[in-house]
Each structure stands twice: as structure tokens, then as C-alpha cells.
């Protein structure tokens, strides 16, 4: 009987996870395990790439198990990744030559200053649809190959291999027979023309890349090669990779243009599709690469809010506010409104629309009267009055979204999704399976494989959960939000 379940393991910024599903899209089996992170200086994070991947192997195998499965059951995998974490590591060893730089790390801030001026940050926008900001990997390569002694000279001598978390773990799965990334991942590096589709030279030699250090770039459903046994208990065909936002975008089943989800993990992530020509944006969004099928690039508008869920686990961890997160909801809820308190969690500086990476976090408007649950209102609020930043620029530069689609772990909250549909004065859609960045993954792997047999096929699987439509008034929430932007305001530090 040919096997119908699919592995997909979704890498992310504080756990790695796995999740089989049926051909469906119904979860059938998972694990999960959350890993250190490192902060060895102001602004920098860091993890252990062997953590990760010892971490990956682990909670698959899990998975499969916790599926009643065995791993011979599984017809395919896919990968979803955080992206623009930057892993360099040695070909021959497979060794990382230093810890991954996390996409949330602000080390190369002054960099990105001194190379970026109009005229160049016009141009790097048209070829990669980004923009100068340590967030994507370009000047986290550059800083390795510059700070690890002889990391520059082997790599131009082809001894190191650089990967975003998805290269990394493919070519350890495939026991290093593998070196390659897909264009959603390649559209983050800064060395990626998402025009031409493939990794430019003038780029490489503007940060001084070496092209000897980089994997080919294959479609988002692709052939992979296969797992070995020793990493997954069976040659299992890995069909898909993916970076986490594309992927939830697949899961959300946003195929058409001016469809647009939203993904609220560690940080926020809003999308929406623009179809197959690249829209650049006149307000600091991102322009990057949906998916590529069949050779066909599909893209989007994306605006990034680097601190979400984590201001959460801040308050949890470092504030002590609360044991659990589950408890937040309870606690926001307990009081009508936040009595005039913003929290504004720029903890790694700002996101889009403002890319400002000097930016820091406040908490403003305590009074005597303040307590923890205007706090956590607050920062709950906080991920809404961001996402209404992305919406207002995404609606300029295309057109607003009829309705929201949301997934991540924070949408579990009720509360956050009736805000969110308040502060957009958008109808908000929770589908019934919140994983939607591990599912995306999944469904690209099971396209490849052949278990769907197209786009239609998965958008057919899509199902709400819950809906949610708008209850205050325009007006009302105005008021609100011009008191977030004051906010904002508050606590820049750029231009």
C-alpha cells in the first residue's frame, strides 16, 4: 500500500518541531523541543546549529512514533525553517565554524549604514526586493568569514558551505550528499535576484560573498534527495523546502492574489500574494518569492515584526508575570482596556514599516493604578497595533486584504484574534489547524510526491476554525491606535 502520511519538520526560532499528517492535512503525530538561545553581547542572538539538528532528528523520529508510524510509512518531508539564520560550517567535518547567527541579531546594524545610501538601497531593492538591514543574511556571512580566523581564505578555497537553517539540516539529513536551499530561502539572503532567479554576482561581489560558499537553488517542491537511515530510520524522499512565512502562506491556502495570512510565533509575519509579478513597495515592505513550482515564481508583499510571541515569553521568563502563556488570555480579558498603557516591544529594534534597528522597548502610560493585566493586555494589544502597521502599508502598495487569515501559536488567544479583527477593522479567519507553517511544508512535499495534484487540490482542504468580525467602531479604534503611534514615536532612534 503506498504511503500516504507526510513528515514535516518546522525549525524555528526558540523549538524545533515535527508533525506528521494524513493526505487531509489532520495532524496525526508530533513533538517538539524548545533550545537555548545565546546572547553574547547587546542585540546579538545566536544558536547552536548541532543543538538544532540533534534536536530535529530527535522529535521526527518522535513524531513518527507518536503517528503509530513507522518511518517506511512516511511517503515524503518537508522542511520549514526560520529563515535568514546563517549557518557556515566546514564541507569536509560537516562542523559549524561558529554558532548560527539568528535572523533577530543586530551586530551588523552599522554595517548596513555605511553601505547603504539612496541610490544603492533603489538598486539592492529592485534585484532582491529587500533592503539594507542585518535581518537578512547577506552581512551575517560577512561578518563570519571576517571574524573566524581563516574562515575568509577557506571559503574562497571552497572548504566552507554556507546555508540558511533549511541547507543546514538537508545536508546532514541527507548525510551531506545534498547542498541546496529553495528560492523562498534564497529570496532572504540579499544575494538572490528574485527577478532573474538566481544568486547574482554584482551582489555577491558588493558584499564580498565568495559563490564558491553557496548551495544551488532548487524549486520550493522539489527533489531533495532522500533521508539515510541513520538520520531518519528510512530513505524518505525530503520533497519540499520552505521558509516558514512561505510556507504558512501554502497552509493558509493563499494561492490567489490579494489573499494575505498572518503568522504570530516569536515574531509576526504578514503576507500577501501579488501573484506572479514582483510588486515593489513604496513603504519599506519586503518584496520576496511566495513559492516557485514547476519553475513558475509566484510573490508576495511581506512585512516582518521581529517581537510578537516573544514579549509574551519576556514577561513569562523575564518579568515573571505568569507561569504559563495559556494564563494571558484569563488576564487580558480580566480587565476592559489597558487604562492608556502601550507596550512597544522593540527589544531588537523596529520591523517594517519602520526598520529602525536602534529602537528599543518601553512600557508607556503606568500609572499607580497599573497592574500586570493592563501590562499583559498591553502586549497582546501590541502584535494588533503592528499587524495594523503592515496593513495600512500593504493596502497602499496593493490593496488591503478582505479578510485576514491568521495562524501561530499566539491565535490560540481569542482575545488576540477579536483585537486583531477591531484594530484592521478586518473579518479575521482562524483555521482548524493553527500549525499552518508545519502544513504548508507538508502539502509542498505531498505535491512533489504526487499525493495532490495541484494548488486547487490543497486549497480544497482548507478549513475555519472560527470566525471573527469586527465589533468597535472605526473612531474608537483611531483613537487607540494614534495613541500606539505616539508610541512609537516614542521610543525611535532613526531618521
Known sequence: MRPNHLL????????????????????????????????????????????ILSDVLTVSREAISDAGLAPSDIAACGITNQRETTVVWDRETGEPIHRAIVWQDRRTAERCRQLADEKTEA????????????????????????????ARDRAQAGELAFGTIDSWLLWHLTGGAVHATDATNASRTLLFNIREQAWDDELLAFFDIPRALLPEVRDTASDFGHS????????????????????????????????????????????LN?????????????????YRIDGRTTYALEGSIFVAGAAIQWLRDALHMFEKVEQTQALASSVEH????????????????????????AILGLTRDTGIEQIVRAALESTCYQTRDLVNAIGDDASPPRELRVDGGMVANDLVCSCLADILQTPVERPEVIETTALGAAYLAGLQVGLYDSLDAIGDLWRSERHFEVKKSAGEVDALYEGWREAVERVRCGE
Open 228 to 271: 539515510t537511515v541513520d538520520a531518519l530510520g528510512a530513505e524518505i524522499p525530503i520533497a519540499a523546502l520552505v521558509g516558514d512565512q512561505q510556507g504558512a502562506l501554502v497552509g493558509q491556502a493563499c494561492f490567489e492574489p490579494g489573499m494575505c495570512k498572518s503568522t504570530y510565533g516569536t515574531g509576526c509575519f504578514l503576507m
Open 338 to 361: 489597558t487604562g492608556g498603557v502601550y507596550l512597544v516591544p522593540a527589544f531588537t529594534g523596529l520591523g517594517a514599516p519602520y526598520w529602525d534597528p536602534e529602537a528599543r522597548g
Open 274 to 290: 501579488v501573484g506572479e509579478e514582483a510588486v515593489v513597495s513604496r513603504h519599506r515592505l519586503l518584496t520576496t518569492v511566495a
Open 8 to 51: 514535516a519538520i518546522d525549525q524555528g526560532t526558540t523549538s524545533s518541531r515535527a508533525i506528521v499528517f494524513d493526505a487531509q492535512g489532520h495532524i496525526r503525530g508530533r513533538a517538539q523541543r524548545e533550545f537555548k538561545q545565546y546572547f553574547p553581547d547587546e542585540a546579538w542572538v545566536e544558536h547552536d546549529a548541532q543543538q
Open 123 to 150: 538598486w539592492l531593492q529592485e534585484k532582491t526586493g529587500l533592503l539594507f538591514d542585518p535581518y537578512f543574511s547577506a552581512t551575517k556571512i560577512a561578518w563570519l568569514l571576517d571574524h573566524v580566523d581563516g
